[in-house]
């Protein structure tokens, strides 16, 4: 702490207030399954009228609805849910390009849009089988970038 931190914080009039933290501008994907165009304006009313929403959108054929705001992401799926009765989660699909190993058994979803694959957060689910040391040893053994590998191939 230096001499001018001391020195403010001495004749700093703040002390009775709490800064109040700004919410940033956060855009909200979220994935609810709509059927009809009632469950489409049953779930747009249920985030239009809250607080720091921007704007919302629709895709109804991906059961996608991106929120633009400065909102918490689970105070909207949590009021989405509520108010819709439907089963409500952030989206869970990353476009494959992003995806080191998209057809990975924990990250390929059939039924996921076309060209997405499930976020692979969890390092659990996104791992692949590592291979065991007697598995890499004898993959070594026969590789043509091995000078030490065998000769019979």
Not at 6 to 28: A, M, N, P, W, Y
Not at 58 to 83: C, F, I, Q
Not at 121 to 131: F, K, N, T, W, Y
Request: hydrophobic share 35%; proline share 5%; glycine share 6%.
């Amino acid at each position: 702490m230096g001499v001018l931190d001391h020195v403010s914080e001495l004749f700093d009039c703040s002390h009775g207030h709490k800064i109040k933290k700004r919410r940033q501008l956060q855009t909200v994907e979220i994935k609810v399954k709509m059927d009809c165009e009632g469950c489409e304006r049953k779930v747009r009313r249920s985030v239009e009228g809250m607080k720091g929403v921007s704007s919302v959108s629709l895709e109804p054929k991906a059961h996608k609805v991106t929120v633009v705001g400065y909102v918490d992401p689970n105070k909207v799926v949590s009021r989405m849910a509520h108010r819709t009765g439907k089963k409500v989660e952030l989206w869970p699909y990353v476009p494959y390009d992003v995806v080191a190993h998209p057809y990975a058994a924990g990250v390929y979803d059939k039924k996921a849009p076309s060209g997405y694959v499930r976020r692979a957060d969890d390092p659990g689910v996104s791992q692949l089988a590592r291979a065991s040391s007697t598995e890499v040893r004898y993959t070594t053994a026969f590789s043509d970038e091995n000078p030490a590998a065998c000769v019979l191939m």
